[in-house]
């Protein structure tokens, strides 16, 4: 089993950069094989996929919302997964959750294909 516990969010204004970090104990020896993840979920809207990397060969995938603007990273020796974002807008504001799973080729932008998944961390852009 692994936990995920994401840090980093806050208030920030229009323009400005966050660094999300997602931490992860429990069972290590699944970490180098998971595909990990970002999603966030503003009120009233669906959770939706932000970025992803792979836990083979560091493939990275973003939506298009945050292409340019966002990087998704990993440290192996840490255990932990970052978000950079920068040049944020108020359409960012949201919780974002980090998750990790082997997807198999499936789609990544689906949270319920990930199989740990973190308690978020509030993001606010005014």
């Known amino acids: 089993h692994v936990q995920l516990v994401e840090s980093g969010g806050g208030s920030v204004q229009a323009g400005g950069s966050l660094r999300l970090s997602c931490a992860a104990s429990?069972?290590?020896?699944?970490?180098?094989?998971?595909?990990w993840g970002w999603f966030r979920q503003a009120p009233g809207k669906e959770r939706e996929g932000v970025a992803t990397?792979?836990?083979?060969?560091?493939?990275?995938y973003y939506a298009d919302s945050v292409k340019g603007r966002f990087t998704i990273s990993r440290d192996n020796a840490k255990n932990t997964l970052y978000l950079r974002m920068n040049g944020l807008k108020a359409e960012d504001t949201a919780m974002y959750y980090c998750a990790a799973g082997r997807l198999r080729g499936k789609d990544w932008r689906l949270p319920h294909e990930y199989r740990y998944r973190g308690q978020g961390t509030q993001v606010t852009v005014s």
């Open positions: 990397i792979s836990g083979g060969d560091g493939s990275t």
């Open positions: 429990g069972d290590t020896l699944s970490y180098y094989s998971l595909d």
